[in-house]
């Protein structure tokens, strides 16, 4: 099996983010109500400072009370961002499965006799649900979070050296170490991932065969040998 490369994985990224290309308008007001809402929870925490420091302190119940109407104005408003962000994030979801499903299967009518006569059905059927279904989740919801942590994580740090530059240089390794252990348990994952797909192909193979030849297993009273065919 050979080792995709770091232009590999930009080439599958580029090729998913192509599906998103026919539905412009969708994404777009997916990620812009994405990056609303990622806006308003930096402004929030900036609201309790100031009714902490100049309602609290100086016991001005005038900033507390517009200090808390206005965090419960930006909650309704960030209700209906965030309903904006899933709803056409689970929009562009299905739509980009719905494509790959199509593309996938009229690939599939394509391919050469040779190919149908190597490959197996049941692991076919297995790419073209579980695989795509997890496609599906990082070309609508997962790449939006993604990016959403992103820019919280950026505009959080900005923020930090904003209020107090030398306190967060004390903060800043123990954030990146953070960060750098994400990555390192993402990379280790991600063969695993690759191997549990694997896997629940021949899974699903293995059933396919199995259960269309169910009227033969019985006939011969194989059932035991068709149960350790399952221990893939």
Same mark, same amino acid.
């Given at each position: 099996?050979? /080792?995709?490369? $770091? ?8 090729? +998913? ?18 990056? %609303?809402?990622? %806006?308003?929870?930096?402004?929030? $925490? ?27 104005? &930006? ?36 391919? $050469? ?20 279904? !997890?496609? !599906?989740?990082?070309?609508? &919801?997962?790449?939006?979070?993604? *990016?959403?942590?992103?820019?919280? *994580? ?8 904003? !209020? ?7 903060? +800043? $390794?123990?954030?990146? *170490? ?16 690759? /191997? ?12 396919? !065969? ?7 297993? /019985? ?9 350790? /065919?399952?221990?893939?």
């Amino acid at each position: 099996m050979t /080792k995709s490369t $770091p232009e590999d994985k930009q080439n599958i990224y580029l090729r +998913l983010l192509g599906y998103l290309r026919p539905y412009r308008q969708q994404t777009a007001v997916a990620y812009l109500s994405m990056g %609303l809402a990622t %806006l308003i929870n930096l402004f929030i $925490p900036q609201i309790i400072k100031q009714a902490i420091d100049n309602g609290l302190a100086s016991r001005n119940a005038k900033t507390l009370f517009w200090a808390g109407g206005l965090i419960l104005a &930006i909650a309704v408003v960030r209700g209906l961002v965030a309903f904006g962000q899933r709803f056409f994030g689970e929009w562009l979801s299905h739509r980009v499965a719905y494509d790959l499903r199509n593309h996938f299967y009229q690939r599939v009518q394509h391919l $050469p006799f040779a190919f149908h006569d190597q490959a197996k059905t049941g692991d076919l059927m297995s790419r073209a649900t579980g695989d795509i279904t !997890e496609t !599906e989740r990082f070309a609508g &919801i997962g790449l939006m979070d993604l *990016l959403s942590v992103t820019l919280l *994580l950026g505009g959080v740090v900005s923020a930090m050296f904003f !209020e107090n530059a030398r306190l967060t240089l004390l903060v +800043l $390794p123990a954030m990146v *170490l953070l960060v750098a252990t994400a990555l390192y348990f993402g990379n280790m994952m991600r063969p695993l991932f690759k /191997k549990i797909q694997e896997q629940m192909g021949a899974l699903s193979a293995v059933m396919q !065969e199995s259960m269309t030849g169910i009227g033969l297993v /019985k006939a011969f009273a194989r059932e035991t040998h068709e149960l350790q /065919k399952f221990d893939v």
